[in-house]
T-cell receptor, first 116, second 114 residues
């Protein structure tokens, strides 16, 4: 079954304690992306990756890091989480977009993070 | 900067067609319109996309006006499981680096009533 998996699904942590949210896809997609969603808002892109070892900042990259060492995995790293990073996080993957065209994105189930 | 405008919420009776409008008056000639939906707080699900022509698939139809300034997503026979937030999205070129990105607004909360 084609899917994007994220772990953990729920996480409560304290300010400053480094954490990693994993994301994995089994569709051999080149493009992967991380989003955050806050109440009443749409998704905002944090980072994206066009392929292995190629990553770039989205709209809200501050406080986050990513890596893309393998095609299937795209972990999101919070080196020193703060309460304003409390949010719902989604990982997505797709075939590589081309100019103004974006292929269908497949989303993971989400990770609900609370930073106290 | 939102590129699309959608009503905050809409109701539709079960079994009827749900018509969800979207305004994208500043869309450029090569920018596609995409629709996704999100049920509860699950990951968004792709529905359909279009550029100029009307499109139809097994989930919905997309009607784009000739001037491309607005579009309507049509769910032909809405069911209770279609209750969700529907996002009308465009892929635009970022000023900061000229890369393209999808711009998500707040969407329309569609409630299907029995």
């Amino acid at each position: 079954e084609a899917q994007v998996t994220q772990n953990p699904r729920y996480l409560i942590t304290v300010t400053g304690k480094k954490l990693t949210v994993t994301c994995s896809q089994n569709m051999n997609h080149e493009y992967m992306s991380w989003y955050r969603q806050d109440p009443g808002l749409g998704l905002r892109q944090i980072y994206y990756s066009m392929n292995v070892e190629v990553t770039d900042k989205g709209d809200v990259p501050e406080g986050y890091k990513v890596s893309r060492k393998e095609k299937r995995n795209f972990p999101l790293i919070l080196e020193s989480p703060s309460p304003n990073q409390t949010s719902l996080y989604f990982c997505a993957s797709s075939r590589i977009p081309s100019g103004s065209f974006s292929y269908e994105q497949y989303f993971g189930p989400g990770t609900r993070l609370t930073v106290t | 900067d939102a590129k699309t405008t959608q009503p905050t919420s809409m109701d539709c009776a079960e079994g009827r067609a749900a018509n969800l409008p979207c305004n994208h008056s500043t869309i450029s000639g090569n920018e596609y319109v995409y629709w996704y939906r999100q049920i509860h707080s699950q990951g968004p699900q792709y529905i359909i996309h279009g550029l100029k022509n009307n499109e139809t698939n097994e989930m919905a139809s997309l009607i784009i006006t000739e001037d491309r300034k607005s579009s309507t997503l049509i769910l032909p026979h809405a069911t209770l499981r279609d209750t969700a937030v529907y996002y009308c999205i465009v892929r635009v070129r970022r000023e900061m680096d000229s890369n393209y990105q999808l711009i998500w607004g707040a969407g329309t909360k569609l409630i299907i009533k029995p």
